[in-house]
């Protein structure tokens, strides 16, 4: 299950998520909105005991701990269930974490995006370095072990020596993550950083990076396995698992996606709408789709190529797996282990290249 928090203090330059800065004073109506969501679904019969729960946004960590509880406590799950909660530096708090703690949470993910002030600054971040080992320090003290940060690479002002620095700030906290994600910067339209082409990144830096990334990671025990997540052994993320995999989840909320069985349906994404859909019938369900046989096999290996798992060397047809052998011209972007093919470092820089080498969409397969 995934549940949208759509609150910031305020909103970064290169993001493009439902989120508002000027809503704080409709915190208790969303939680209530979100809780009416979620006793229409069960009316319906349409939830399941959730194996994962990830509170995202936006920032989650602003509706406090009291509300971010009754939310949690509203969502059935199964023994031993990830509970994830999106956390800013700045607004991770003792009293929150111990709120959070004592509701169930599990795991935390800290947008920490950089551990150099100015490259903070070029991304539109506010918080600073301190503020995340402050954070880091108050992860030890209430007990929880399984936490993530999260980085983007590529921003405007930042050098290879910066990129190396915060990797290494990073690894240096304590305790240390135990998951790491890095995001290349992506340009979204109508947010502040599309319209400053000035500062829009580059490909190139951002593919050296991405190396520079992967041994730093690696060194320190953290083992790929997405192309954008690392992980020490058992901490990859079950939560995002299920979405690569193709599996079925549940988001409420504003804008949240939901999956099903190949039906893929949405939430109105502005938040008044959503609160004044869900008060009129529990739902605020915007659009859907359905995937057919052969386009769910293929968005299934799509996914499942992004990760160390690969895809079975019969998902290609005998020409185009000739191109991806030894010898062949896209033999460096992936490598055999046993049946499987499975995406080598410059194959992941190069992951779209792969992808298009995939069975067409008139060939059903199976993705296992």
Request: aromatic fraction near 6%; charge should be negative; glycine fraction near 10%.
């Amino acid at each position: 299950m995934y549940l949208h928090v759509p609150f910031c203090t305020s909103r970064c330059d290169y993001c493009a998520f439902a989120t508002w800065t000027d809503r704080h004073h409709l915190h208790d109506t969303y939680v209530d909105a979100v809780l009416a969501e979620l006793a229409a679904a069960a009316a319906r019969g349409a939830l399941r005991p959730a194996t994962s729960v990830f509170f995202g946004g936006g920032t989650p960590s602003l509706l406090g701990g009291r509300r971010l509880a009754r939310l949690l406590d509203a969502v059935d799950r199964v023994e031993g269930a990830e509970v994830t909660v999106e956390c800013n530096p700045e607004t991770t708090t003792a009293e929150l974490l111990d709120a959070l703690v004592e509701a169930g949470v599990t795991r935390l993910s800290l947008g920490v995006q950089s551990m150099v002030p100015h490259v903070l600054r070029g991304l539109g971040r506010h918080h600073r370095p301190d503020q995340v080992r402050r954070a880091v320090d108050r992860l030890g003290a209430a007990g929880i072990e399984r936490y993530s940060v999260d980085l983007i690479y590529g921003g405007f002002g930042e050098q290879d020596a910066d990129w190396v620095a915060t990797l290494d700030a990073v690894l240096a906290l304590d305790p240390a993550p135990t998951h790491l994600s890095a995001y290349a910067l992506t340009v979204e339209p109508g947010t502040p950083l599309w319209r400053d082409p000035a500062r829009h990144p580059d490909d190139d830096v951002q593919a050296r990076r991405y190396e520079l990334a992967d041994d730093l990671l690696a060194a320190a025990g953290l083992d790929w396995y997405e192309v954008s997540n690392w992980a020490r052994p058992g901490h990859a993320c079950r939560h995002n698992r299920t979405y690569w995999q193709q599996g079925d989840y549940l988001g409420v909320g504003c804008a949240a996606h939901s999956h099903r069985s190949g039906r893929r349906w949405w939430n109105v994404r502005h938040l008044d709408r959503y609160l004044e859909a869900v008060a009129r019938g529990g739902t605020a369900v915007a659009g859907e789709e359905r995937l057919g046989p052969d386009e769910a096999a293929l968005e299934a290996l799509q996914l499942a190529l992004r990760t160390r798992d690969g895809v079975p060397d019969h998902a290609f047809p005998p020409d185009r797996l000739a191109r991806l052998e030894d010898g062949g011209p896209l033999g460096p972007l992936v490598e055999r282990h046993g049946r499987r093919l499975v995406l080598t470092r410059r194959g992941r820089l190069l992951c779209n290249v792969v992808a298009g080498d995939l069975l067409p969409r008139t060939l059903t397969i199976s993705a296992g």
